[in-house]
């Protein structure tokens, strides 16, 4: 029996089901998922894959062009690894999460309606209808809503990690704020080199009384999209930060930048740590 391949769709499949594979690559191994750079490289293997179906090639040049040729550059494109180790690495990690996805991928496809209609269409038994591509669009919305699903729980997961409440003392006074570490912020103090984390004027305000008050000094800045400038900063007497664990770090003395107005809209909260702050439980920085 000879069958039409519908190239269209077998580019859509395709694409999806390798779209899907490299953003399980980039999740697994915490990498930053760009959609453009995960679209552009799902559709090189896609085409590729579109190139087997119409032309007929040798079956060493085949395996050997989608195993070394295309899936590098899949990676390449996606990922960019900047070293030959992070390449080996991630190359790997496609390999394996495309075996462990094999099954599942072969069971939509051979076992569900959707599946069995996609494969009917790819080679030509049926045609397209109204019914048939709400069936395929439904399967890519599905797919799509479960990556942005997944991804938003994995970004909620890493901002709770690097959530901490804050126990601030400065002689008798005490103050608790919501705080968290943003890799963003690498200021320092030029002279030691110490760093310093930002806090709303505000709440450094309710640290000090009239007899009280903190040193303070100015700390040269640069923000990206904005001039450089100083910022007015305080040394307070000890910072303990509290884990969602329970666990707690004491930072003595530390340096904070003080911010005019509020670091978030909804007040969510009121202290940015240094990207270089130190969180190992009951440890001293």
Partial sequence: MQYTVYVDVLFLVNWVMDYVLLWAVCAVMGLQRKKVRLGLAAALGAGWVCVIAVFSLPYLIKEGVTWLGISSLMIWIACRPRKLSDFLNRICVLYLVAFLAGGGLNL????????????????????????????????????????????????????????????????????????????????????????????????????????????????????????????????????????????????????????????SSNDEYQLILHAETKTEQGGNV
């Fill in 108 to 263: 939509i496809y051979f076992h569900t309606s959707a599946g069995v209609y996609l494969k009917q269409v790819v080679l030509g038994i049926q045609r397209v209808n109204s019914s048939g591509v709400g069936v395929i669009l439904g399967s890519i919305a599905m797919i799509l809503t479960v990556t942005k699903l997944l991804d938003t729980m994995e970004k909620q997961k890493k901002r709770r990690k690097n959530r901490y409440v804050a126990e601030l003392y400065f002689g008798e006074r005490r103050v608790l704020v919501d705080g968290f570490i943003d890799t963003g912020n690498r200021l320092k103090e030029p002279i030691t080199g110490k760093i310093v984390h930002i806090l709303q004027e505000d709440v450094a305000a309710s640290l000090m009384s009239a007899e009280n008050k903190p040193m303070s000094f100015l700390v040269p800045y640069h923000a990206v999209g904005t001039e450089s400038g100083l910022l007015t900063a305080i040394r307070i007497d000890r910072m303990e930060l509290v884990a969602e664990d329970e666990s707690r770090t004491v930072i003595m003395r530390p340096l904070f930048g003080l911010y005019q107005g509020k670091l």
